[in-house]
């Protein structure tokens, strides 16, 4: 699907004006208290959709037709990469958080190989990973409202983890640009993203974000250092749209919300069972995206099947 995002350029001064009200009526919103955050929890809960054994949650949704959907979407051949290079210094938004990566390279194999043992602590703000259902829990519930005691064990997760998605994830994908929106290459750090705004880019582009589809939110985080992404208000909205998969090029939660830690993490995680791609670089996704004028995408990803784990590291591929 091709929509020109060019017809809109004689419109910006009238789109910027009702992006800036949208903004303003944000701030002016009755502030989400941990109360409601509970209330959600049982409200958006998909426990039991499935059946009482699923461990798969949202990613039911991407049946074989969604599948099919999403293939037909490579026509060009153009593939991009939405991870980041593994690095061993922290990122300058979040310059107190633990190294992610060490690598102890040993040469002089007398086989006349070299290799390397690796270490890497991907949870956090540093690597591109997802995150598996088991990765969060409230109140001493993961999804489908399994205890920590049926969960976890010395060996880690012994349901819900991230070997579940070790067929791979192919489906669609969906960039979210809300600075190319807004005209700005990327947004002040402390932005809430709100469904209405995630609207006004459906309508900028044409697309309609729908059940099984995996969407990304480009915040310009690695322009300008950012914390910005998801109003906690987006949560019921991905619920209503039945969206499979969330993804950013941040954490996903920005602000605070007294008495939660992490709110969107685990409303997603936990009452919807939809896994989140954190600290996704969407920079060359964008600038593709934009060449093409193609805001929708075949998503590849396939996390490494690790038994236990609560994530993995991972490279997902856009093709186009």
Not at 186 to 203: C, F, K, M, Q, S
Not at 291 to 319: K, Y
Request: glycine share 10%; hydrophobic share 40%; aromatic share 6%.
């Amino acid at each position: 699907m091709t929509h020109n995002i060019g017809r809109w350029k004689p419109l910006t001064l009238v789109a910027l004006w009702v992006f800036s009200g949208l903004t303003l009526a944000s701030q002016e919103r009755q502030e989400v208290t941990a109360a409601q955050v509970d209330q959600w929890m049982e409200k958006l809960s998909n426990w039991g959709r499935w059946g009482a054994d699923d461990q798969l949650g949202t990613v039911n949704l991407i049946t074989p037709a969604k599948r099919r959907e999403a293939l037909a979407l490579a026509t060009t051949g153009e593939v991009v990469s939405l991870s980041l290079p593994i690095s061993v210094v922290p990122p300058p938004d979040d310059p107190d958080s633990t190294t992610a990566f060490t690598s102890l390279r040993v040469s002089n194999i007398p086989s006349g190989f070299l290799m390397e043992r690796q270490q890497v602590a991907f949870h956090g703000s540093t690597v591109s990973h997802l995150d598996a259902l088991c990765h969060a829990h409230h109140d001493g519930r993961i999804y489908n409202g399994l205890t920590l005691e049926e969960v976890f064990d010395e060996n880690g997760c012994s349901r819900m983890g991230i070997s579940g998605l070790a067929g791979g994830i192919v489906t669609r994908g969906i960039l979210v640009d809300i600075p190319r929106l807004k005209g700005i290459d990327a947004l002040e750090t402390g932005t809430h993203v709100y469904p209405e705004d995630i609207e006004a880019w459906e309508r900028r582009t044409g697309i309609k974000i729908s059940a099984g589809d995996a969407i990304f939110l480009r915040t310009g985080r690695w322009i300008n250092n950012n914390r910005s992404g998801y109003d906690i208000t987006v949560a019921p909205w991905l619920k209503e749209r039945d969206v499979a998969l969330v993804g950013s090029d941040g954490t996903q939660d920005v602000g605070q919300i007294p008495g939660t830690v992490l709110p969107f993490h685990k409303l997603v995680l936990v009452a919807l069972g939809a896994n989140i791609f954190d600290n996704m670089d969407l920079e060359a996704l964008s600038d593709t995206a934009a060449q093409l004028n193609r805001w929708e995408f075949l998503l590849v990803a396939a996390p490494i099947p690790n038994p236990g784990g609560t994530g993995s590291p991972l490279n997902p591929l856009a093709l186009f």
